[in-house]
């Protein structure tokens, strides 16, 4: 089988020195899974970068698709995500294990604990984020996941566990886009060597009729998604689009050979309303 040549997608270096493609292909629940969609990320559009999640359902299906492509593992980025009704110490250890089985792998690049809060009554956020940590500590440890990060949390969730813990995330993957704009959490993670990561670069598609993101667009004979996802990886942050549909793969793919100006930019940067088109932490403690 011979492969697209893997995408001219830079890379930006994480706190240990590994090295997470700026670009990556999102999978979800919902509708949001297609098997094909996948293999041609793969195969024909050269995606080397697949985030995906227990919660989501689909680790089996991708595993498989995976194997399909063809693609060697070590050419390979692949982040799951431990959901939260599997915290603590043990119960964490073992999600990680039972979703590397899903997959059919051996480690993953980088796993994520997905939630801020608890779902186990009795025991404080805080002490359970901690416990959990630490078994997530352990296995990056034992080398079955190359990385360890957390998602959906905000400053003071990251302040609390840099105190309970010893190593510090690698990666925060948080909702971004024109709407969403969490830059104080961004600078924070800056200062801290934490990644910063963006999900729903498209807001779910709220962003793509604005008529800032259309002019620009039709400035740059370019369609309103890459406009947006062009503008999440010009300022730094590894962004996930998802789609099932290869056309709409094909073309969130092609956001490497052009450059929005520094208009555009502050254009973009001046639409926050602060909206979430996801899960919303600001209330977790």
């Known amino acids: 089988m011979t492969f697209a040549p893997e995408l001219s997608c830079p890379a930006i270096p994480l706190s240990n020195g590994l090295q997470i493609p700026l670009f990556g292909l999102g999978t979800s629940h919902h509708g949001g899974y297609s098997h094909e969609a996948i293999v041609y990320a793969l195969t024909e559009c050269g995606v080397r970068h697949i985030d995906t999640a227990k919660r989501y359902g689909c680790e ?3 595993g498989d698709a995976i194997t399909e492509s063809g693609i060697p593992r070590s050419d390979l980025w692949v982040t799951n995500k431990l959901w939260h009704g599997d915290y603590g110490y043990k119960a964490a250890k073992k999600a990680c294990l039972d979703s590397c089985s899903q997959m059919g792998v051996e480690y993953f690049d980088l796993y994520l604990m997905h939630w801020p809060e608890s779902s186990r009554p009795g025991c404080s956020n805080r002490e359970m984020r901690a416990e959990t940590w630490r078994a997530l500590e352990e296995l990056y440890k034992e080398g079955l996941c190359c990385a360890i990060g957390v998602s959906n949390f905000l400053v003071h969730h990251l302040e609390e566990l840099k105190e309970d813990c010893t190593v510090v995330p ?21 200062q801290e060597g934490i990644v910063f990561e963006g999900y729903s670069p498209l807001a779910k598609g709220q962003v793509l009729s604005n008529p800032t993101v259309l002019q620009i667009a039709e400035k740059h004979s370019r369609t309103p998604a890459q406009i947006c996802i062009r503008w999440s990886i010009q300022n730094g942050v590894v962004t996930i689009p998802k789609s099932t549909k290869k056309k709409r793969i094909q073309e969130n793919c092609q956001v490497f050979g052009f450059q929005l100006e520094e208009s555009d930019m502050a254009a973009l940067g001046g639409l926050h309303d602060g909206r979430h088109v996801s899960w919303d932490p600001t209330n977790v403690e």
């Open 60 to 62: 089996k299906k991708l």
């Open 170 to 190: 690698h990666v925060n993957q948080v909702e971004y886009h024109p709407f969403q704009q969490p830059n104080h959490l961004m600078e924070y993670c800056r």
